[in-house]
């Protein structure tokens, strides 16, 4: 089982619409969580910091349940500009500091 | 906000060369960063991580004598890939971390794209 698993999409979504991503982690030692969004051919870019009383920051929402071990990323009103890949990070410090990336959810808003 | 600068942002050469890259905390320490590469439409791998200091921790299946990471100051990493061949044409980016701003995520640098023909 991989150590932070994604669905690769791609969600193919109109604009204006709800869409949401999970992200799944095996160590339950895992102790903090971030979605990032990567454009294509450039390097990912921190969008928002996942906290266990879920936090939200304009459009996008991001929740983390810990008994069942996913965080999950809601992005509501869908704009053009959000078509991009979502990564989640699970950060270890079991033994050694790790900051692991799932394979990422493509999305792409429809005009 | 924390700014990693790395570079070459692109390099092309041939097979049996070597290519270094640099990855450059600006503003802030880093007395770790990471390295990742990536393959096209697949996820960031961890392939090492660079402490300030001492040697690299490398991850399962990579190469560290191929794969060569000197952090020898706060601010600077650098890997360099020796003996380049074409299978080695990737992505590649680090990341660092502000620690006075840690629950902000690690700063990514801008990526480097090798390609080895």
């Known amino acids: 089982r991989k150590e932070v698993e994604q669905d690769p999409g791609p969600f193919n979504v109109p604009e204006g619409a709800t869409v949401a991503f999970n992200c799944t982690y095996s160590?339950?030692?895992?102790?903090?969580f971030f979605w990032y969004r990567q454009d294509c051919r450039k390097e990912p870019k921190l969008l928002m910091s996942?906290?266990?009383s879920g936090n939200e920051d304009g459009r996008f929402t991001a929740q983390l349940n810990r008994a069942s071990q996913y965080i999950s990323l809601l992005i509501r009103d869908s704009k053009l500009s959000d078509s991009a890949t979502y990564l989640c990070?699970?950060?270890?410090?079991?033994?050694?500091?790790?900051?692991?990336f799932g394979t990422g959810t493509r999305l792409k808003v429809l005009a | 906000g924390a700014v990693v600068s790395q570079h070459p942002s692109r390099v092309i050469c041939k097979s049996g060369t070597s290519v270094k890259i640099e990855c450059r905390s600006l503003?802030?320490?880093?007395?770790?960063m990471f390295w990742y590469r990536q393959f096209p439409k697949k996820s960031l791998m961890l392939m090492a991580t660079?402490?300030?200091?001492?040697?690299?921790?490398?991850e399962q299946g990579v190469e560290k004598d191929k794969f060569l990471i000197n952090h020898a100051s706060l601010t600077l990493s650098t890997l360099t890939v020796t003996s380049a061949h074409p299978e080695d044409s990737s992505f590649y980016i680090c990341?660092?971390?502000?620690?006075?701003?840690?629950?902000?995520?690690?700063?990514f640098g801008s990526g480097t794209r090798l390609t080895v023909v």
């Open positions: 990341s660092a971390r502000d620690r006075e701003q840690a629950s902000y995520g690690y700063t």
């Open positions: 160590n339950s030692a895992s102790q903090s």
């Open positions: 996942v906290y266990s």
């Open positions: 990070v699970v950060v270890t410090t079991s033994g050694t500091y790790k900051y692991i």
């Open positions: 503003d802030f320490q880093a007395t770790t």
């Open positions: 660079s402490n300030e200091g001492s040697k690299a921790t490398y």
